[in-house]
């Protein structure tokens, strides 16, 4: 079995070493007819840009992507430096008129995403003709691999029961060298998502035939990660069905996340887009879904007919109704375990990172410092982007709609969300978002904190304190405190996974759903002899 499981590996790391190659394969150049379709299909009017990317990327020579992008940011570049020179000299010479008519020949968007629309047209060679085979290559490798790696644990893990044996012995789970070698993978593998799509064009070619297959169009950089989301979720998956196989509350919440995430994230915006509907993931809530409420979506909704209307009202309810009336009644663990996707990338792929969670009293502070200063940005954000959509206007009290737009988006939907709350799984655990940056975890832990039915109850009299419960908390709470207090466990960060309970060798955690009478219930310290205990245990 044991050999399996190094096959498994090396298969694995073959996939992950051919995907990670096929950025640097392929040439990339335009013909003049390929440009001229491409800048007729754009509306660009500027004869100035079509001379700046036929000197640029109009070539017989074989360019690899970076050199590609290079001369295709330039180009653009140049064009733009050309008008604006214009604007500023008939805005000295006051030539309105001239001045005015500059801007239509501008062009606007970010130079790696406007570089990626070019690369996508001009890329030729292996992988962009061989999809099939590259997906074999890669995703295919890899999901073969990991599976050898994981399905001889079966065997392995000896009887039923969580084995977390040797955890802090692995260079890959005891922040070792492997584990640093994972987050430069993922943080990299973030920062050319989000910022450098352009140099990820080859990773598109390979999905294309899958994504034309469910939506009609060609692979987006957006369109690899989510398939690749929910491929890395369902292998993980299998590992937590062999780990948690004892469990029933694991193996059905595992069960839950994976069908909210490829059906409601993936499967249905993909179908709804090729139905040229709104591509809407109906679990997302604002203010997670920090966008609902920008103006690009809002136009979109409002000219989307009935069904966007519908998707309009249903984001409100969503939000105000939906989600605080389940989390009184289940606290936020039927959302942030349950159903959420980042939950579920949590859940499966950060699960062998879980034990690194900071319990800390200085980082359950910073966490509540910090989770809800993001939420107050998103409220902020929300506000004045509304106000201006509204009423016309660019700024609300000084504050430009666009600049807070974009900050919230570099800040927190990428370099938080993404970069940081999933490239940094091996360092800081796999909850660092859901813990210190989620603004609707922030939310719903205010409703599950002084409004709810959930709890942890605990039995103080059979805790041993052998720390289990608070080793593998991946929220940072310091669960065995309470236990051996028997207190009812009481936090808002909780997100209700109930590892604590499964960990547990005695049986001292229940997640419940009771009154809310008796739910808080810290320990009382009694001085002096003025307290009639039995009064006070009458009480109770």
């Not at 065997?155 to 492997?178: C, D, H, Q």
């Not at 975890?441 to 041993?464: D, E, H, P, W």
Request: contains cysteine; aromatic residues 16%.
């Amino acid at each position: 079995m044991k050999a399996i499981k190094q096959i498994g590996l090396v298969i694995f790391l073959l996939g992950l070493s051919i995907f990670t190659g096929s950025l640097f394969s392929g040439s990339f150049s335009l013909t003049s007819a390929e440009l001229e379709e491409y800048l007729q299909e754009k509306g660009y009017k500027s004869e100035r840009i079509k001379d700046e990317l036929s000197n640029a990327v109009v070539t017989d020579e074989a360019l690899n992507i970076f050199e590609f992008s290079s001369r295709a940011r330039t180009a653009f570049a140049n064009s733009n430096q050309y008008y604006d020179e214009l604007i500023a000299k008939y805005d000295a010479e006051k030539n309105w008129d001239l001045k005015g008519a500059q801007f239509q020949y501008k062009i606007y968007g970010k130079p790696h995403t406007l570089s990626y629309d070019l690369a996508k047209r001009a890329g030729k060679g292996f992988v962009k003709e061989h999809p099939g085979l590259l997906w074999l290559g890669t995703f295919g490798l890899g999901i073969l691999g990991a599976l050898l790696f994981i399905l001889p644990n079966f065997i392995l893990l000896g009887p039923k029961g969580i084995k977390n044996n040797g955890i802090y012995l692995e260079a890959s789970t005891n922040r070792g060298w492997i584990a640093w070698l994972v987050l430069g993978y993922l943080v990299l593998f973030y920062i050319l998502l989000y910022f450098l799509p352009d140099y990820v064009v080859n990773w598109t070619f390979i999905l294309d035939p899958i994504s034309k297959a469910l939506n009609g169009g060609a692979a987006s950089q957006w369109f690899v990660y989510g398939f690749l989301y929910c491929v890395i979720m369902i292998v993980m998956a299998v590992r937590m069905y062999i780990k948690y196989r004892h469990n029933n509350y694991q193996i059905v919440r595992t069960t839950s996340v994976l069908f909210f995430q490829i059906v409601f994230a993936f499967l249905i915006p993909e179908i709804m887009a090729s139905l040229n509907l709104p591509g809407y993931d109906f679990k997302n809530a604002f203010p997670l879904d920090y966008d609902f409420f920008f103006e690009w979506n809002l136009d979109s909704l409002k000219n989307s007919g009935a069904i966007g209307i519908f998707i309009l009202v249903w984001g409100v309810l969503l939000t105000l109704v939906i989600v605080p009336v389940m989390v009184y009644f289940f606290g936020k663990r039927w959302y942030c375990s349950w159903v959420c996707g980042c939950g579920g990338l949590a859940e499966t792929l950060g699960d062998p990172y879980r034990q690194h969670s900071n319990k800390t009293l200085n980082a359950w502070k910073l966490e509540r410092w910090v989770i809800h200063s993001v939420l107050v940005f998103s409220l902020v954000m929300t506000v004045v982007t509304l106000y201006c959509y509204f009423s016309g206007a660019s700024s609300f009290l000084g504050i430009k709609s666009q600049w807070i737009k974009d900050s919230y988006s570099f800040l927190i939907g990428a370099w938080f969300a993404g970069v940081i709350g999933t490239g940094f799984y091996p360092i800081f655990g796999n909850r660092v978002w859901c813990r210190f940056g989620c603004p609707l975890a922030a939310y719903m832990g205010l409703v599950q904190r002084f409004k709810s039915r959930f709890r942890i109850t605990t039995n103080g009299g059979q805790c041993i304190s052998c720390g289990n419960c608070s080793t593998y908390c991946e929220q940072g709470i310091d669960v065995r405190a309470y236990a051996q207090k028997g207190e009812n466990i009481v936090r808002a960060s909780c997100v209700g996974c109930g590892v604590c309970s499964a960990v547990c060798p005695r049986g001292v955690l229940k997640l419940e759903n009771g009154p809310e009478e008796g739910r808080i219930n810290p320990t009382d310290v009694l001085l002096g002899n003025d307290v009639d205990l039995l009064k006070l245990v009458n009480k109770k």
